[in-house]
């Protein structure tokens, strides 16, 4: 069995469709509940290098306080965007699913699949909308 990690915010649909999916291709995962745990610089700045996302890439800026704490204007550097990110977990776009196959910021859930083993052949999103994996 491969071992698939993913960081989850129950409230997030995209993160639910992204764990189902999962689920879908017969794994288990490490569901990891970021935003109660947090962050430690460590874990964070290891899952934006395997992705290749920098700070900006990964910012959330909706349903976040990214832009009541200024950081969405463009001025302010990658170094200011991950501390606000490990003091407010929040402001880390999700779902991040870590596999064998790499690590990535799931959005659209669509993108899990190429990180999966066995990917199901489709599958139903929660607003009724059916996806498949590339090429399928």
């Not at 990964?58 to 490990?86: C, I, N, Q």
Request: proline share 9%; aromatic share 4%.
């Amino acid at each position: 069995m491969m071992s698939v990690t993913i960081y989850h915010n129950p409230e997030c649909g995209t993160s639910r469709n992204v764990l189902e999916i999962i689920r879908a291709s017969g794994e288990e995962p490490e569901v990891v509940p970021y935003l109660q745990r947090g962050w430690t610089r460590e874990l964070l700045a290891g899952l934006l290098g395997a992705a290749g996302l920098s700070p900006r890439d990964a910012l959330r800026t909706s349903k976040s306080p990214a832009e009541e704490l200024g950081l969405t204007d463009p001025a302010v550097d990658d170094a200011l965007l991950f501390e606000a990110m490990l003091k407010h977990p929040v402001l880390v776009n999700r779902p991040i699913v870590v596999t064998k196959k790499g690590t990535a910021l799931c959005r659209p859930s669509e993108k899990v699949f190429a990180l999966l083993d066995n990917p199901p052949a489709s599958f139903t999103k929660e607003d009724g909308e059916t996806i498949r994996p590339e090429g399928a």
